[in-house]
């Protein structure tokens, strides 16, 4: 029981990544964003996916963890992106 819930607090927390994935490819513009801030969701996922393999736990919720991070990593990598055109968008006015 204990694992349904904690799957349903991952797809939760899971759901707005697609979303701010879209948002950070389509505006183009790193302004707004947070790389700090997806650092440290990056490692709170780090850890979920640590203490499974620790505890020698991994079940279909591990899935949900690998999933939002690399969601995650994604939208971090796209900051750096929108960073470089942001750097662009200055030297050329």
């Given at each position: 029981m204990?694992?349904?819930?904690?799957?349903?607090?991952?797809?939760?927390?899971?759901?707005?990544?697609p979303t701010s994935i879209l948002k950070s490819y389509t505006v183009r513009t790193a302004k707004g964003k947070s790389p700090i801030f997806l650092v440290f969701i990056m490692v709170g996922y780090l850890c979920g996916i640590i203490s499974k393999i620790a505890a020698d736990k991994i079940t279909y919720v591990f899935i949900f963890y690998v999933i939002n991070l690399l969601m995650v990593s994604i939208d971090f990598a796209l900051?750096?992106?929108n960073k470089k055109l942001d750097k662009m968008g200055e030297n050329n006015h």
């Open positions: 204990s694992q349904i819930f904690e799957m349903l607090m991952v797809i939760c927390f899971g759901i707005s990544w900051y750096f992106r």
